[in-house]
């Protein structure tokens, strides 16, 4: 499944220790500040990202990469809901160029997402 241009990235959570949902939408001119504001700090997400990568002659690429956050200091059980879920997601994308995970919301900066892309 390739995202919609009018998408940047989606962010998921889990309710309900279940059900995953839509959390945020990024809008195509979103900003890293939005990314950030849009990530909740303390809490995992997973996210979904048409993400724009340099290839090593200047082309420029959308891939479409796959984010699981789990900060460090997230509950136990948040934590094992998340991983058993994770699977299931990206298998409903179709497409994903590369999963990345972080555990801490510095990590989650475009030039770290970048640099672990290498096209």
Do not use: W
Not at 79 to 93: D, G, I, P, Q
Request: glycine fraction near 2%; hydrophobic fraction near 40%; charged fraction near 30%.
């Amino acid at each position: 499944m390739k995202m919609d241009k009018d998408i940047k990235y989606i962010v998921f959570k889990i309710e309900n220790q279940s059900t995953v949902v839509v959390d945020k939408v990024g809008e195509p001119n979103a900003s890293e500040r939005q990314f950030h504001h849009d990530v909740a700090q303390n809490e995992p997400r997973f996210i979904v990202f048409d993400f724009p990568a340099q290839t090593s002659d200047g082309l420029i690429l959308n891939k479409l990469i796959f984010i699981h956050y789990c900060p460090d200091n997230s509950k136990v059980k948040d934590k094992m809901v998340y991983a058993s879920t994770k699977e299931n997601l990206k298998r409903r994308f179709v497409g994903l160029y590369k999963e990345i995970q972080a555990s801490a919301h510095d990590e989650l900066t475009f030039q770290s997402i970048a640099s672990s892309i290498r096209l």
